[in-house]
């Protein structure tokens, strides 16, 4: 099993940039993938994006590629989203979720597919 804490939300302007950081506890965490998704009231969980197991591949949806950025450091049991030119539509709680997909480099968006979830951490971007 894996037990995942996110932390590092918050609030910042339109424009500015955030980092949030998933910390892991429990074995083997660089067995997992590990996806980042959203939810905004009334909406559905959203993906965000994924790293690989041994962090050499990221995917992400669309509307974040090329202002998000993951990363992960196993030896340290954590995993980086970092968040730039942030927009008030990014505004949601945002949760880290691990995965055992059966084939590596399979980064699943669906939230179904994630075995275990943090307890999600705030991000709220004003105008």
């Known amino acids: 099993q894996v037990q995942l804490v996110e932390s590092g939300g918050g609030l910042v302007q339109a424009g500015g940039s955030l980092g949030l950081s998933c910390a892991a506890s429990?074995?083997?965490?660089?067995?997992?993938?590990v996806g980042w998704f959203r939810q905004a009231p009334g909406k559905e969980r959203e993906f965000v994006g994924a790293i690989s197991k041994r962090g050499d591949r990221t995917k992400y949806v669309d509307s974040v590629k090329g202002r998000f950025t993951i990363s992960r450091d196993n030896a340290k049991n954590t995993v980086n989203l970092q968040m730039i030119n942030l927009r008030p539509e990014d505004t949601a709680v945002y949760y880290c979720?691990?995965?055992?997909?059966?084939?590596?480099?399979?980064?699943?968006?669906?939230?179904?597919?994630?075995?275990?979830w943090g307890q999600g951490t705030q991000v709220t971007v004003s105008s």
């Open positions: 429990g074995r083997a965490f660089d067995s997992y993938v």
């Open positions: 979720a691990a995965d055992r997909p059966p084939v590596e480099y399979s980064f699943s968006i669906l939230p179904t597919e994630y075995d275990y």
